[in-house]
């Protein structure tokens, strides 16, 4: 498959509980972006890596979200005591141009539920 | 502040009834627009590209412009698969639109 590859698609996690949500970006695309998409809600902004320069944290909503990327290639985003206000769908998104953001491919998403 | 508005929230055409969907910004130094259409339960999809006042895309039924303030995405005689909700971005930023759901009716 060329596009991007998201896991789980579904994810059901108990209240306090850490997750680990997984991206698979385009091969070769340099940029790799996390949303979140609260059900009705627009596309909010979580952090964008390219390359290899520092990310850019600065729409992760608490310390309790993080995210790496390992070789410049996958992605994990991480949320650790989970609380229900994080229940949404996390997209993830890579595009092949670096600086700013350019066209992105989107994965199907991640939907985590947070009982 | 920057920003991106889109009208209306959501639109119901028949069949083959046309219509615009209007995505309008308040970006300094704007460098371009994306579209994209979303499904539901699925990631948004890239449509079109427009860099600068004047310019027009076109893809099937529709066809997208960009002026100084905002830009129109024409559909012209809408069947139902082109229900989706669609958003617009300003190039060079992390947000979206909150986008405008189209359902079009047989």
């Known amino acids: 498959g060329a596009g991007v590859s998201q896991s789980p698609s579904n994810k059901v996690t108990e209240k306090g509980k850490d997750v680990e949500l997984r991206c698979d970006p385009i091969?070769?695309?340099?940029?790799l972006y996390w949303y979140r998409q609260s059900l009705g809600q627009g596309l909010e902004f979580l952090i964008y890596?390219?390359?290899?320069?520092?990310?850019?944290k600065s729409g992760l909503p608490s310390d309790r979200f993080s995210a790496e990327r390992t070789g410049g290639s996958v992605s994990t985003l991480t949320i650790q005591r989970t609380q229900q206000e994080d229940s949404a769908v996390y997209l993830c998104?890579?595009?092949?141009?670096?600086?700013?953001?350019?066209?992105?491919?989107f994965g199907e998403g991640s939907r985590l539920t947070v009982l | 502040e920057d920003q991106v508005t889109q009208s209306p929230e959501a639109l119901r055409l028949q069949e083959g009834e046309s219509s615009s969907l209007n995505c309008s910004y308040t970006?300094?130094?704007?460098?371009?627009l994306f579209w994209y259409r979303q499904d539901p339960g699925k990631g948004p999809e890239f449509l079109f590209t427009?860099?600068?006042a004047g310019e027009e895309k076109e893809k099937e039924r529709l066809k997208a412009t960009l002026t100084k303030k905002e830009s129109f995405l024409h559909i012209t005689a809408p069947k139902p698969e082109d229900s989706a909700t669609y958003l617009c971005?300003?190039?060079?930023?992390?947000?979206f639109g909150t986008g405008t759901s189209l359902t079009v009716i047989p």
């Open positions: 998104a890579s595009s092949p141009s670096g600086g700013t953001p350019g066209e992105l491919f």
């Open positions: 091969s070769g695309h340099t940029a």
């Open positions: 890596f390219q390359g290899n320069s520092a990310p850019d």
């Open positions: 970006v300094s130094g704007l460098r371009g």
């Open positions: 427009l860099y600068s």
């Open positions: 971005a300003p190039k060079g930023q992390f947000y």
